[in-house]
């Protein structure tokens, strides 16, 4: 099966991004405002996805803060937390909702070397199947873990915002229709997805100057 392009070095996205700015002369203007983009690649596997459950509707001290805990605690793999109580869980700061949604992808089965090699649509579908995974979860997931350059994630606040302030559009787009202005960007949708969001830093930064 073909998976498309995988991210593996900081050169594949400084080729994406000239390919973009090729295209795009908005994208262009942002990406000579920003400068260098971060590779942001991270690990697969259990771990990562259980970081991101970790990290949901709580603020970024407070997930790295539970998730130090749960790797001192080693509570990090299926096994481990398939055995242990809801009482250690909640020792570790997990709400009881965080609670189910973490024996949830402990008990799913999920092969993730297997994820490696199929198309980007199944890694969403299979991810999603998990309670607790959403899609954008699974699309930051596919974009970031497993190198996707072709994935976006048009469900994200600040790419909405972003999109908007570069664009000079009357309202922040919703995901529908941001979804469908990325398409205009594949296959290097993830690039471009860097690129916004490090635009939205440069225009926050600016709104705030003012």
């Known amino acids: 099966m073909n998976v498309g392009r995988i991210i ?9 991004a000239e390919h973009l700015c090729d295209l795009c002369p908005r994208l262009a203007h942002a990406y000579g405002l920003t400068g260098k983009l971060p590779l942001r690649r991270r690990p697969d596997g259990f771990a990562e996805l259980l970081s991101a459950i970790v990290s949901q ?17 080693r509570l990090t793999g299926p096994r481990l937390i398939a055995r ?11 709400s009881r909702q965080k609670i189910r949604y973490a024996r949830e992808l402990s008990k799913a089965g999920i092969n993730f070397k297997a994820l490696r090699e199929v198309p980007d649509e199944q890694v969403i579908a299979t991810l999603t199947r998990v309670p607790g995974i959403g899609v954008w979860t699974a699309e930051i997931y596919a974009m970031f873990s497993l190198g996707r350059a072709d994935v976006f994630a048009p469900g994200d ?6 999109a908007r302030i570069l664009y000079d559009l009357h309202e922040r787009p919703g995901e529908k229709e941001l979804r ?4 205009a960007w594949s296959p290097w949708r993830s690039v471009a997805a860097r690129i916004l969001w490090a635009y939205y830093r440069v225009a926050k930064n600016r709104e705030g100057i003012r």
């Not at 593996?8 to 994406?16: F, K, M, P, S, Y």
């Not at 606040?157 to 972003?162: D, I, N, V």
């Open 84 to 94: 242990a109580s809801d009482d250690d869980l909640r020792a570790v700061g997990l």
């Open 180 to 183: 469908q202005m990325a398409e």
């Open 157 to 162: 606040l600040a790419l909405q915002e972003a």
């Open 8 to 16: 593996v070095t900081d050169l594949c996205v400084t080729e994406g």
């Open 57 to 73: 509707q709580v603020s970024v001290a407070s997930a790295s803060a539970i998730w130090g805990r749960m790797k001192a605690a």
